[in-house]
T-cell receptor, first 116, second 113 residues
């Protein structure tokens, strides 16, 4: 079956602009996670959805970052007033169950965001 | 705060060698540990998931062990091949969290033909 997909694969934007990054999880997966990976680093957690609600958004760096998952499937990560420091690969992962579940997380290919 | 460290940062071996990648974590109260592979410019591919109650998991030429009390995991790769060249990431799911993973920086493996 289809894996996690993310669009766009690459996004170049100017400092100060608004961007939206999309994630399509594996069908039926209730848990969805967003991570951010800077060059030479491991991914860092941003936000976790269980169904439609954000169960944990403690990893969002500031209030310029926001994410939604209105129907419990597709999620959109939104970044306002982008800064050069936001440049990174944004990864999405889904899982059949979040929290204390025995399931693996399955990752998408990521969106490479470059802020000029 | 949970921290995950992977040693070495980079490793180069000739084809056919058996090798071990190391992962350590500071807080032993983990729920599970997952090993991933990442090819350049790509996302993460899950290799093995070890629950906190388990000691090891095997898949083909890969074997991952977990010693929760000492905060260590190893990934053993048997008979390495050039196609194994990639960055290997270790991540733990904190028992008190919502399941989000905490990653190490990875080990970049190069297998020379």
């Amino acid at each position: 079956g289809a894996g996690v997909s993310q669009t766009p694969s690459n996004k170049v934007t100017e400092k100060g602009k608004y961007v939206e990054l999309r994630c399509d999880p594996i069908s039926g997966h209730t848990a969805l996670y967003w991570y951010r990976q800077s060059l030479g680093q491991g991914p860092e957690f941003l936000i976790y959805f269980q169904g439609t609600g954000a169960a944990d958004d403690s990893g969002l760096p500031n209030d310029r970052f926001f994410a939604v998952r209105p129907e419990g499937s597709v999620s959109t990560l939104k970044i306002q007033r982008t800064e050069r420091g936001d440049s990174a690969v944004y990864l999405c992962a889904s899982s059949p169950g979040g929290g204390r579940s025995p399931y693996e997380q399955y990752f998408g290919p990521g969106t490479r965001l470059t802020v000029t | 705060k949970q921290e995950v460290t992977q040693i070495p940062a980079a490793l180069s071996v000739p084809e056919g060698e058996n090798l071990v990648l190391n992962c350590s974590f500071t807080d032993s109260a983990i729920y599970n540990l997952q090993w991933f592979r990442q090819d350049p410019g790509k996302g993460l591919t899950s290799l093995l998931l070890i629950q906190s109650s388990q000691r090891e998991q095997t898949s083909g030429r890969l074997n991952a062990s977990l010693d929760k009390s000492s905060g260590r995991s190893t990934l053993y790769i048997a008979a390495s091949q050039p196609g194994d060249s990639a960055t290997y990431l270790c991540a733990v799911s904190d028992g008190g969290s919502q399941g989000n993973l905490i990653f190490g920086k990875g080990t970049k493996l190069s297998v020379k033909p």
